[in-house]
């Protein structure tokens, strides 16, 4: 068990540029969580996966975010068209519970801070 | 829709000192509640959880925290604060019925020698 891992750490961009953000959750966890964190704020939830299929977006994923995980292993996060506002940190975390149950510990990840100029 | 609340943006006590921190929450539907703990250029790690079994919860490092339906709250206290738990500390409430866990904005802990 090497716990989550996130690349890049850090990220800096230009506005208008594309970013992709990778998570390699737990071995074997199940489910799989994306996070924003600002400055002064908690992490805000954006996405959820159980194994591959992507169960639940917040309306702060906009229509420039996509996340996918192909074969339920590890997680991508894409952000079209960056803007000014994305500026923040990514956070992962991951899961393995049964299925329905609800409440797990979820393991974080170290984060991907992005700073889009 | 559920929230959580965290008194005090930051909070500083003296080292071996008494740590209070304070977590109110809102939720239609019976809570599960935690505390996480966040290091400088770290992810987030569990302190601990309640999760409909015992309302006084113990987590790591000394930590523990006290379901309080009737005043919806979750505090954390910790008996004798060491230097080591300077941290942001993050208050979450999910429920059986969503995937998302909800976080409060923090509480910034500062321990003074």
């Known amino acids: 068990d090497t716990g989550v891992s996130q690349n890049p750490r850090h990220k800096i961009t230009k506005r208008g540029q594309n970013v992709t953000f990778r998570c390699d959750p737990i071995?074997?966890?199940?489910?799989l969580y994306w996070y924003r964190q600002t400055l002064g704020q908690g992490p805000e939830f954006l996405t959820y996966?159980?194994?591959?299929?992507?169960?639940?977006k917040s309306r702060l994923l906009s229509d420039r975010f996509s996340a996918e995980r192909p074969k339920g292993s590890f997680s991508t996060l894409e952000i079209q068209r960056t803007e000014q506002g994305d500026s923040a940190m990514y956070l992962c975390?991951?899961?393995?519970?049964?299925?329905?149950?609800?409440?797990?510990?979820?393991?974080f990840g170290p984060g991907t801070r992005l700073l889009v100029l | 829709a559920q929230s959580v609340t965290q008194l005090g943006s930051h909070v500083s006590v003296s080292e071996g000192a008494l740590v209070l921190l304070r977590c109110n929450y809102s939720?239609?539907?019976?809570?599960?509640l935690f505390w996480y703990v966040q290091y400088p250029n770290q992810g987030l790690q569990l302190l601990l959880k309640y999760t409909s079994a015992a309302t006084l919860v113990k987590g790591i490092n000394g930590f523990e925290a006290e379901f309080k339906k009737s005043e919806t709250s979750f505090h954390l206290t910790k008996p004798s604060a060491h230097m080591s738990d300077a941290a942001e500390y993050f208050c979450?409430?999910?429920?059986?019925?969503?995937?998302?866990?909800?976080f409060g904005t923090g509480t910034r802990l500062k321990v003074l020698a």
């Open positions: 979450a409430v999910t429920s059986s019925g969503t995937y998302k866990y909800i």
């Open positions: 996966f159980q194994n591959e299929a992507q169960l639940e």
């Open positions: 939720s239609s539907v019976p809570p599960y």
């Open positions: 071995s074997e966890h199940n489910r």
């Open positions: 975390a991951s899961s393995l519970v049964a299925s329905g149950l609800r409440g797990e510990t979820q393991y």
